[in-house]
């Protein structure tokens, strides 16, 4: 989900992972128990936002959660626009039905999230219960539970589903994987028999596009280099180059590839690093344009030893 607002962002995360324990004893985890305390629970993260009154309207919002419960990726997709431009402005709207349409969408993504991503189904809930829980905390008065009771509602509910979800990505991630690192091994195989490339004890491959006349680094030094950095299809995932700024950082901070490369390089050279997965990110995927198990191809140009 995009970046929204830091007390929507925050809220989610109450609502995923319960950050209370307690060994209190609760009713059962029916739907009405469940309902009424996320209910309450949205409404006293509210209390932190501008929102207006109208743009936490009961109704618009159980609506609009009814919705999200479908679980339809357009439909989410679009409250969640309407909301970010709310969020981004900080503009109180200035009509009824505007702040009504707030209150909607905050409903259909406060939902809708976790039924595509946790399996959240729309029986587990009860709308009247999700109204009078809202309602009641919106206008404070007195709850069904105590704040540790509503935490403990959620830890029983929400903790089961994200961790099948999180078995779920990480199955998914490990089947990725498994296809870039025999991608990579396939390319660095052929790659080492090109002319020109030296493959070192570690796998590391390397070119010397332009040899360097200046000093080696070490390991406990700092260097300052333009780079360029592609997967193996060609995509660029980083590049100084791109930006127009050179980087600087420590040699013995970065990826394995980079600690035993960069020390063969003489400062005005330029080198070529084919990076096998095991010296990179192994299994992590440290963002989006670098899939785990990813074998990374830099253009590595050494500037200057421990820059001032």
């Not at 995360?13 to 209370?20: F, H, K, Q």
């Not at 009814?66 to 989410?76: P, R």
């Not at 109204?131 to 905390?137: E, M, P």
Request: glycine share 8%.
């Amino acid at each position: 989900m995009k970046s929204i607002n830091q007390w929507f962002v925050a809220l989610l995360a109450l609502l995923m992972i319960t950050l209370v324990s307690c060994e209190e004893n609760v009713q059962n985890n029916t739907a009405f128990n469940l309902s009424y305390a996320f209910g309450a629970k949205v409404a006293m993260s509210f209390v932190q936002s501008n929102l207006s009154d109208e743009e936490k309207n009961a109704d618009k919002f159980v609506e609009g959660f009814k919705v999200g419960l479908k679980g339809d990726s357009a439909t989410i997709m679009k409250a969640q626009q309407t909301i970010q431009e709310r969020m981004g402005t900080q503009k109180v709207s200035e009509t009824t039905e505007n702040a009504q349409n707030i209150a909607y969408n905050l409903g259909v993504i406060i939902i809708g999230g976790m039924v595509k991503d946790l399996g959240v189904a729309e029986s587990d809930f009860d709308l009247e219960a999700l109204k009078n829980g809202y309602t009641k905390s919106l206008s404070n008065d007195s709850l069904l539970f105590t704040t540790v009771e509503i935490d403990s509602i959620f830890e029983a509910y929400m903790n089961p589903k994200r961790e099948a979800y999180q078995a779920k990505m990480q199955a998914k991630q490990q089947a990725e994987a498994a296809v870039s690192i025999e991608e990579g091994v396939k390319f660095m195989k052929e790659n080492g028999e090109k002319e020109g490339v030296i493959t070192t004890e570690s796998g590391l491959q390397y070119e010397i596009v332009k040899a360097g006349n200046g000093p080696k680094p070490i390991a406990t030094d700092k260097v300052k280099t333009h780079y360029h950095g592609t997967l193996i299809d060609g995509t660029i995932f980083d590049s100084s180059v791109d930006r127009g700024e050179p980087a600087t950082f420590g040699v013995g901070q970065v990826i394995k590839g980079w600690q035993e490369g960069i020390p063969l390089m003489s400062v005005g050279a330029k080198y070529r690093f084919y990076i096998p997965q095991d010296l990179a990110y192994g299994m992590q995927s440290p963002s989006p344009k670098i899939p785990a198990g990813s074998t990374l191809i830099f253009d590595v140009e050494l500037i200057e030893i421990n820059p001032k």
